[in-house]
T-cell receptor, first 118, second 113 residues
């Protein structure tokens, strides 16, 4: 079964600082990868996803993530965070077949709470 | 297009009782998944339904069950509630497309006293 590990439980930054949240997964086959965000009091929303092609994917609100297959990693980055980025971030993985079609359950990491001070 | 709707949003039960939670997926979505979210365990997969059939199941005891109706609406039931069942229960729907993206509802927050 696949699993997901997020390196940091809580990250505290000042506005304009750069952000990198680590995510590693354990599954040797083809995967689809996701980052979700949960703002305080709101539902989980998709930030970005990777399923094939360019390993550098861009999402909403200036976020991007890079899939490094050899490292089983899918780290989330943002060059300059804002106070409004304060939220909990979840990395998730889903198995996929050779054609890229995902199947099975979506497995989440434990989440990283990001606090941005103005 | 309306999002995923979950009812009730909040509920309080006592140990030993049972509870039923409801989820209406996005129109046209045939897959519904349920997750339990707690501060200690994060997001744990409960089960997934597709076209009224359970397609995947997580590692939860048999007290946790679910079903899906012909209109894709889904319910989950927890019997003989325990204190540890207190959690946010999230429902997510999926169009069945290749990428497996899930769209989440706001959740049903269950407190067991």
């Amino acid at each position: 079964a696949q699993s997901v590990s997020q390196h940091n439980h809580h990250v505290i930054l000042s506005e304009a600082a750069s952000l990198e949240l680590g995510c590693n997964y354990s599954y040797g086959g083809t995967v689809n990868l996701f980052w979700y965000v949960q703002y305080p009091g709101q539902h989980l929303q998709l930030l970005l996803k990777y399923f094939s092609g360019d390993p550098l994917v861009k999402g909403i609100k200036g976020f991007e993530a890079e899939f490094i297959k050899s490292k089983f990693s899918f780290n989330l980055r943002k060059p300059s965070v804002q106070w409004s980025d304060t939220a909990e971030y979840f990395c998730a993985v889903k198995k996929a077949n050779a054609g890229g079609t995902s199947y099975g359950k979506l497995t989440f990491g434990q989440g990283t709470i990001l606090t941005v001070h103005p | 297009k309306a999002g995923v709707t979950q009812t009730p949003r909040y509920l309080i039960k006592t140990r030993g009782q049972q509870v039923t939670l409801s989820c209406s997926p996005i129109s046209g979505h045939r897959s519904v998944s349920w997750y339990q979210q707690t501060p200690g365990q994060g997001l744990q997969f409960l089960f997934e339904y597709f076209s009224e059939t359970q397609r995947n199941k997580g590692n939860f005891p048999g007290r946790f069950s679910g079903r899906q109706f012909s209109n894709s609406r889904s319910e989950m039931n927890v019997s003989t509630l325990e204190l540890g069942d207190s959690a946010l229960y999230l429902c997510a729907s999926n169009s069945g497309g290749n990428t497996g993206e899930l769209f989440f509802g706001e959740g049903s927050r269950l407190t067991v006293l």
